[in-house]
C-alpha cells in the first residue's frame, strides 16, 4: 500500500474513531430522557443472592408510591427496610427476627408538615411510645408520648 493510501485511511479511521463515540454518547441521553431503558436493568423488583440463594437484599415496589429496599439476615429474616410509605414519604424500619417481621422502631416523615416521627413498637407490633414534631401544627413542636401497658395513651409533654 503506498504511503498517500495509508495517510487517508488513517485519516478516515480518525474521523470515525473521533465522531463516532461522540455521536452514540450524544444519543444515549436523549434515549434516556424519552424513558428509554436498558432492557437488562428493568424488573419488577430485584433480589440480591449468595451462591446458595439466599436472599439478603430485595428492591421492591409496593401499593401507591410506595417502594421499598430490605435487607435479611443469613436466616432470610427482613431486618432493616428502607424507603417510602405509599403516599411516598421516606421511612426507616427497623424489624425483629425475633418477633417476626412487623416493625420494632421506625424513623419516618409524617403529616401535613411532614414531620419527623420516631415510632417504637413491642413484640405485638402495638405502637408504645412516639416520639418527634408535631406533624400537623406549623410550630412543629416536639411531643413525646406512650402508651402503658392497657395501651392508654400518656403524654409526657408537647401536644395531646
Given amino acids: 500500500m503506498n504511503q498517500g493510501r495509508k495517510l ?3 485519516f478516515c479511521a480518525g474521523i470515525a474513531g473521533g465522531l463516532l463515540p461522540a455521536l452514540v454518547s450524544s444519543r444515549v441521553p436523549a434515549a434516556a ?4 431503558a436498558d432492557p437488562t436493568a428493568v424488573a419488577p423488583g430485584f433480589r440480591l443472592t449468595d451462591a446458595a440463594g439466599r436472599t439478603y437484599a430485595l428492591l421492591a415496589r409496593g401499593d401507591g408510591q410506595s417502594s421499598h429496599l430490605t435487607f435479611f439476615n443469613q436466616n432470610a429474616k427482613p431486618l432493616l427496610e428502607l424507603g417510602l410509605d405509599a403516599a411516598g414519604l421516606p421511612e426507616l424500619d ?3 427476627a425475633k418477633n417476626g417481621p412487623a416493625p420494632r422502631l421506625s424513623l419516618k416523615l409524617v403529616g401535613a408538615n411532614q414531620s419527623a416521627a420516631l415510632v417504637f413498637r413491642d413484640g405485638k407490633g402495638r405502637t408504645r411510645m412516639l416520639m418527634g414534631l408535631d406533624p400537623n401544627s406549623p410550630d412543629e413542636d416536639p411531643f413525646l408520648a406512650y402508651y402503658d ?3 392508654a395513651k400518656k403524654t409526657v409533654f408537647g401536644p395531646r
Fill in 149 to 151: 401497658k392497657t395501651m
Fill in 94 to 96: 427497623f424489624l425483629s
Fill in 8 to 10: 487517508t485511511l488513517a
Fill in 33 to 36: 430522557a424519552q424513558g428509554a
